[in-house]
């Protein structure tokens, strides 16, 4: 199982970007889909997940900008981004948890390669 996170990027305070994420490989169903991040000095935080029954929460600093989508016939997940902060240069994880594959092979635990964001004034 490998996931492939895209989007990251240069962007302009008050601007917004969208990371998209695919996981590959021979997938039957994956329990959680995740974003996280890790800013320089900092520890990595969970920014969103979503769960394969739409249960979908936010870290409280991203409410009401972020929004976390999921399409499970793709095994992809998107994180939009709006009114990006400086607060919200990181870079940025996907995560997947619980995927079982169609040998009934699990995985606990996957993360992809992170995308930088960079939010400038």
């Known amino acids: 199982v490998q996931l492939q996170a895209s989007g990251g990027g240069l962007v302009q305070a008050g601007g917004s970007v969208r990371l998209s994420c695919e996981a590959s490989g021979s997938i039957y169903n994956i329990d959680s889909m995740r974003w996280y991040r890790q800013a320089p000095g900092k520890e990595r935080e969970l920014v969103a997940a979503?769960?394969?029954?739409?249960?979908?929460r936010y870290a409280d600093s991203v409410k009401g900008r972020f929004t976390i989508s999921r399409d499970n016939a793709k095994n992809t997940v998107h994180l939009q981004m709006n009114s990006l902060a400086a607060e919200d240069t990181a870079v940025y994880y996907c995560?997947?948890?619980?995927?079982?594959?169609?040998?009934?092979?699990?995985?606990?635990?996957?993360w992809g390669q992170g995308t930088q964001v960079t939010v400038f004034s």
């Open positions: 995560n997947a948890r619980g995927v079982t594959l169609t040998t009934w092979h699990r995985y606990l635990k996957v």
């Open positions: 979503a769960s394969s029954g739409s249960n979908i």
